[in-house]
């Protein structure tokens, strides 16, 4: 079964860059034609949409907050997705899912705090 598996995230100052990771596997279907998402929710509030590209011609959009500051890209032949995450802020704190066609992953904390 498809399985989406988050790395990178810890702890960083604000102003601070991370790269999150979304390694993927168990897709019956080549992984380019499938559109990738990054969530977050942060304590008390509701999961909300932050980033995504699209499958086949990679088209990207993003949440309002994040605009200018985060890069979401993948790497087909292997199969991640990645959220590169510059000018950090302390209201980027969050856990930060992968989301690929109904499926999450497990999440991984991104803090951001001095």
């Known amino acids: 079964q498809v399985q989406l598996v988050e790395s990178g995230g810890g702890l960083a100052q604000p102003g601070g860059s991370l790269r999150l990771s979304c390694a993927t596997s168990?897709?019956?279907?080549?992984?380019?034609?499938?559109?990738m998402k990054w969530f977050r929710q942060a304590p008390g509030k509701e999961r909300e949409l932050v980033a995504t590209?699209?499958?086949?011609?990679?088209?990207?959009e993003y949440s309002d907050p994040v605009k200018g500051r985060f890069t979401i890209s993948r790497d087909n032949p292997k199969k991640t997705v990645y959220l590169e995450m510059n000018s950090l802020k302390p209201e980027d704190t969050a856990v930060y899912y992968c989301?690929?066609?109904?499926?999450w992953g497990q999440g991984t904390q991104v803090t951001v705090s001095s």
């Open positions: 989301y690929c066609a109904g499926i």
């Open positions: 590209i699209t499958g086949i011609d990679d088209n990207t």
């Open positions: 168990g897709f019956t279907v080549t992984f380019t034609y499938y559109t």
